[in-house]
């Protein structure tokens, strides 16, 4: 059975940082390119930052310079560093694990708010 499990979510403050942790359980987690997605209310899900089997990352304009992803494979964990968090930030945050985009596997979510 696949499991994504999200965590280190919470409220924070303006400029704030938060670090997600998402860890794998039931896939080879090293073949997967993993990525994290986000949903803030009323609004569709956005890909926020993924990163590829070889380490190659891509981040939405909105985060780049603020948010860093990176992977453990030997801890199957994947994680994002957010620093400068801004009220925009404010959203669900989801894990995501694909290979070759179709196995496509999502964690339950966690949240994220900041206040200003």
């Known amino acids: 059975q696949v499991q994504l499990v999200e965590s280190g979510g919470g409220l924070v403050q303006l400029g704030g940082s938060l670090r997600l942790s998402c860890a794998a359980s039931?896939?080879?987690?090293?073949?997967?390119?993993m990525a994290w997605y986000r949903q803030a209310p009323g609004k569709r899900r956005e890909l926020v930052a993924r990163?590829?089997?070889?380490?190659?990352?891509y981040y939405v304009d909105s985060v780049k310079g603020r948010f860093t992803i990176s992977r453990d494979n030997a801890k199957n964990t994947v994680y994002l560093q957010m620093n400068s968090l801004k009220p925009e930030d404010t959203a669900v945050y989801y894990c995501?694990?694909?290979?070759?985009?179709?196995?496509?596997?999502w964690g339950q979510g966690t949240q994220v708010t900041v206040s200003s």
């Open positions: 039931g896939i080879i987690f090293s073949i997967y390119s």
């Open positions: 995501n694990g694909d290979r070759l985009m179709t196995e496509v596997y």
């Open positions: 990163i590829t089997t070889d380490g190659s990352t």
